[in-house]
């Protein structure tokens, strides 16, 4: 158990770490798609479905990656 939250606690850290990552929006929507995905399949791996927690991380990522770079380019208010 606490190897798991060990696991977790560091996959967030690295998360808050990669969260300024990104000049593009490809880079940026890819780096939310990374983010989101480690973070998915950490809180999918407690309810034992890491690959489902992944994919919808992933998607999630993606989308906010996206919205933050427009909105840091002035597209969105």
């Known amino acids: 158990m606490i190897r798991k939250g060990f696991s977790i606690s560091v996959l967030l850290i690295l998360a808050l770490v990669l969260a300024g990552c990104g000049e593009t929006t490809t880079s940026r929507a890819g ?40 909105h840091r380019r002035g597209n969105i208010d």
Do not use: E, H, K, P
Request: net charge neutral; charged share 5%; proline share 0%.
């Open 31 to 70: 780096s939310g798609a990374l983010m989101g995905a480690a973070g998915g399949a950490a809180i999918g791996s407690l309810s034992g479905n890491a690959g489902r927690g992944a994919a919808i991380g992933a998607g999630a990522g993606v989308l906010g990656g996206y919205l933050f770079d427009q």
